[in-house]
């Protein structure tokens, strides 16, 4: 695959917003809520690409498989982020109204890792792990003061993600170079997630300004 731009998610104004300890509470609550579906729906889209995988393919997915689902040591990462969910919730309310958002972004995320072979999965997956890092880096400290130990799941993803993102670009170019994909049918996926991300923060940052009722 060609290069990305790998940094807007971290110029998004949810992101913006959650490194400002005097605007994070604001948009919090609509974070978690929107955002929860697809963190809970990675063991399904990964799953998805893990059951397509060649041996090659399936020796890197498990690891990352292990990682997510907490077999590798550390708490599952929908574990983790539903601390973070607990936390914010008792702390400064709900939005549930935003969960409609996250609930879209994952059907369609599972829809895309099952459209075709296993690199569409991995390069829909790689379209979001790319983002995290940095994007939690930055949001770390600010969360960190605010929810204490539960922030855990934006450092986790903050170190971990890269490891995944490294993983996928090796996988995808095995992938390519193997005929199991085009690079058009990955660069395709790629966007396609991007796409799905996008107008998922982009919903998320719309209810957190809207007025609550």
């Known amino acids: 695959m060609t290069s990305k731009d790998l940094t807007w998610l971290v110029s998004h104004p949810v992101f913006r917003s959650l490194t400002d300890e005097n605007q994070a509470a604001s948009v919090l609550p609509s974070y978690v809520e929107g955002f929860a579906p697809v963190v809970n729906s990675v063991p399904a889209f990964l799953h998805l690409t893990l059951s397509r995988a060649d041996a090659k393919a399936n020796i890197l997915l498990r690891e990352i498989w292990n990682d997510e689902l907490g077999l590798s040591g550390t708490k599952a990462h929908p574990v983790l982020f539903d601390e973070v969910h607990q936390s914010v919730t008792a702390r400064w309310g709900t939005k549930r109204d935003a969960q409609q958002y996250g609930i879209t ?11 075709g072979n296993w690199p569409i999965g991995v390069a829909a997956m790689k379209a979001h792990e790319s983002q995290f890092p940095l994007a939690y880096s930055k949001i770390l400290p600010t969360l960190s003061t605010l929810l204490g130990p539960v922030s855990e799941f934006f450092r986790v993803h903050s170190e971990a993600d890269i490891e995944h993102t490294e993983a996928g670009d090796e996988l995808l170019r095995w992938g390519i170079s193997q005929g199991v994909v085009s690079e058009i049918e990955a660069e395709e996926a790629f966007d396609c997630s991007t796409r799905i991300l996008r107008a998922l923060m982009d919903d998320i940052w719309q209810n957190a300004r809207a007025k609550s009722s």
């Open 105 to 115: 972004a994952a059907v369609q995320m599972i829809q895309l890792c099952g459209s």
